[in-house]
């Protein structure tokens, strides 16, 4: 009980920080997947490189991208810091809650930070690319994507936050999320990359593919895409795997 | 009631150690008392705070604080006590204020009651004006008043500090030391690290010596230096008028009382050169100020200075740990 309201009051930090930062979070979240949009979706289809309907196959991709990379970032850069000289996590550390607890609270957040600016995404995306065609009764299960791909991304962002030396934490941009961004099928249908077979089993082991390849089942059914209960199956079982592996790198960063 | 703090063949070995920085400790802490915790650099007291705290997983052992077990029940053990560490870590994304009020939520305080709490404990720490201060502009004193106003605002039963006072200037020293002396008449009950051997000796109730992980002496400080040999000392400088200073040491030694005596310096003020002497002796040092000066003057050596120290917990510290460096 003392616990539950411990967590909610460790909750309420978070969201009492981020909201008096608002405009450098939302900086942080849209710059790059607006801009990315923007060429890909606007620019290069009105110079005649991609072919008319490409928009239509981006956006929800760029969806499911900041739903994951959104989470998975801030997950795992305020973890770094958190574990680095400044220490101020261990205010909540020794909260009146177990330590497990305040792990779950820092994917739960990053997972609503994530959520959030993913829905931004929606109406940005309708008013830069325009005509966009989507199926709306595949809304509900697109949204159940956006919310697996959330704590799939939170959960290895907790993994990677806590397994990550502060000194290290240039490489993990250059070694962990490059590849993430490009092995994650939001910008092209995974279905269709059977040319390129290895490159398609590679997609496999990012999580973020089956998030892009969920939502646009779901919204662009005529595209080919990968089956929906693969998608909900491959996130949840993410979200478990790197969940209790987040959580066990994490006590063990927490407590000597 | 279960004592304050319990520990019993406390043993910490930290992963990839060779050594174990906590090596079969064992000591009581009473309810209400202020205990210090003395020891050189590594002996392993803010190792042994770590595991109260619930910070540091033990490795053997018992640690109980308020008769509830920090292994078994930490959840518990967090209500009980609160912490002012050796390194700042406030909360550098809130003000002084917000940390203060957050930290209260986390513990469960009422609304209204943590908005009291926060303002009283801002005025009594002298934070008052800084209530809106960011962290990172606080400076060390003003950041470890407020550490100890954050601990306070839960109510602890038993509060922790480690080295409260190091890197403080004399008034916030004092400052701090009076805080302490609040929380004793309020029944706190304080744990204190620290190499400051005065402010153990004016703080605490009791004192426990602890190097290489384990306790070497527990005791109240009179008590400690009473039972230190050969501690009260006097310190003589002379004019030997000729007699040479190997036979100075053997005239004085032979002092009944005296039980060391060691050449602590020279005086050179114009005329012929004056050793400054200690006198190492066993009882109060005063009753030998008359035999002493009594031989000194039966071999015509004249005495320009003379004055009596007695014992510290310095004393009693250097003598069971040691003068080697850590
Ligand atoms: N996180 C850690 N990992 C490994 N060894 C550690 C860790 N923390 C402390 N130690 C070792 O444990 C021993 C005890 O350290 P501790 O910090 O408890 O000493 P201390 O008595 O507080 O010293 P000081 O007076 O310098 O603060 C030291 O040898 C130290 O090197
Ligand atoms: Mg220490």
Redesign the interface.
Known sequence: M??M??FV??L??DV??TGRELPSFLAQVLVQPVALLFIFGKVLGQLGYTQPGYAQILLPGMIALNAFLVSLQNTSFPLVLDFSY???I??????????SWVAAEKMLFGALRGLFAALLMIPIGFAMLGDIDWKLSGLPFAVLCMVLGSFAGATVGLTVGAAVPPRRINIMFAVILAPLIFTGASQFPWAQLDQLRWFQVLCLFNPLTYVSEGMRGALLPSVPHMAPWVCVVALVAACGIFGVLGIKFFLRRA?? | MAPAVEVSDLVKR?PKSRSNAVDGLSFRVHRGEIFGLLGPNGAGKTTTV?IL?????LTDGDAKVGGVSVASD???A??KV??V?Q?V??????NARQ?LL??A????IARAQRHRLADELLDRMGLSDKAKARVDDLSGGQSQRLMIA?ALIHRPEVLFLDEPSTGLDPQARLFVHDRVNDLRSEGVTVVLTTHDMDEAEKLSDRVGVVDHGKLLTLDTPEALIRSLPGSGTIDVTVRPNGVDSDRLLDLLSSVAGVERVERIGTDRGGGEPEPRLRLYVAEEPSALLGPVAATLHEHDVAVSDLSLGSPTLEDVFIEITGRELR
């Open positions: 003392s616990s309201r411990a009051a460790v309420g930090r009492f920080v400044s220490r101020e261990e205010d909540r550390l020794l909260a009146p809650l177990p330590i407590l000597d | 930290y770590g705290t619930t910070r540091v997983v930490p959840v518990a967090r209500h609160a912490v560490p390194r870590n406030l909360d550098r994304s809130l940390n957050f930290h939520t986390y513990h469960g954050r």
